[in-house]
């Protein structure tokens, strides 16, 4: 029987284990998935160790948001797909009943993407979430245009990497910052304009030095946390700083900027608006096909090395998604 990812306790990577299950039926408007491969997010890792933002019923939870594979089997009512077509789940909100660390699951037809060609499983399943995410934040809400210089905080992650390389796509101008320095080299290769490195510069200055004494015109942050203040001093008056993420768990700063438009953007809700997945899907397809847009993966699991996968996401030391393969 397909194997599944479950757990019956939340905890460290430990309680994570590899279960047999049935294969599911689709239902009406439905569509099963054979899974070749999903990537594992900061978010599976909040769920795990008891930090949902939502409630997750136990015992026998299941994690993943994204993966992609071939449709293995239709549903009644489902037009416009076939049994054999690559496909990437688009968004699963009920991730912890059936989501993708596994070798099949089912979900809604209109959650699924059309892959783009050309593009393999693994990095297919590093594509969705982070690059959605970033296109969302800095395009839908903060309005990015050509141009426009863009602080990346965490830019050596999953959503970072995507928006340097969005920004580039755009015209913009990608400032990337790290913690690190032996990690500038790299984020230049992928494509940063500059890099910043925080443990020998400070973020708010090194920032007005390579915008000429202005700030930058959007700060796209996934770190939150008490820093929060001192980075928005990186703006300039009239900016933008767009959230995505909170790697800093501890409660975050007002920001220090006081004209700052601030969003606070969460991908889930526009993952599951039809047109906007569909907007999306069509400027990532476009990027990929130029090969502008090339998901970053820094390290490939099998399933039965789930728990190892786990705990190098624990260490976050990874450049770019880590991604399984069952």
Avoid: C
């Avoid at 510069?201 to 929060?228: F, K, Q, S």
């Amino acid at each position: 029987m397909p194997r599944v990812v479950v757990f019956d306790e939340t905890g460290g990577p430990d309680v994570l284990r590899v279960v047999d299950e049935p294969v599911v039926e689709p239902a009406a408007g439905e569509v099963r998935v054979r899974i070749e491969a999903f990537a594992v997010n900061p978010l599976d890792q909040m769920v795990r160790g008891g930090q949902s933002p939502r409630p997750v019923q136990l015992p026998h939870a299941r994690l993943g948001v994204e993966g992609t594979g071939v449709i293995d089997a239709l549903g009644s009512g489902v037009t416009g797909l076939a049994v054999g077509d690559p496909v990437i789940l688009g968004a699963i909100p009920d991730f912890e009943t059936r989501g993708s660390y596994a070798e099949y699951t089912t979900l809604s037809a209109d959650r699924v993407v059309r892959r783009p060609a050309g593009l393999e499983p693994v990095g297919a399943a590093a594509l969705w979430v982070s690059y959605f995410t970033a296109y969302g934040a800095l395009v839908e809400r903060a309005g990015m245009r050509p141009g426009d210089q863009i602080l990346i905080t965490a830019a050596s992650g999953g959503v970072g990497r995507a928006a340097i390389q969005i920004a580039n796509q755009i015209g913009a101008v990608p400032i990337a910052v790290t913690r690190h320095s032996a990690k500038v080299e790299s984020l230049l290769a992928a494509g940063a304009a500059v890099v910043i490195a925080t443990d020998r510069e400070d973020v708010a200055e090194a920032t007005r030095r390579h915008t000429g004494g202005v700030g930058a015109d959007i700060i796209l942050d996934a770190v939150m946390g008490p820093g929060l203040a001192e980075l928005s001093l990186a703006a300039k008056l009239g900016g933008t700083l767009a959230t995505v993420g909170w790697l800093d768990p501890r409660p975050a700063s007002f920001p220090a900027n006081p004209s700052l438009t601030v969003y606070r953007y969460m991908s889930s809700a526009d993952m599951v608006d039809p047109v906007t997945a569909r907007r999306v899907a069509a400027f990532l397809t476009a990027g990929v096909r130029t090969g502008v847009l090339q998901p970053a993966v820094d390290r490939v699991f099998s399933l039965g090395d789930i728990i190892e996968a786990h705990r190098y996401l624990e260490k976050g030391t990874a450049a770019g998604k880590i991604v399984v393969t069952p």
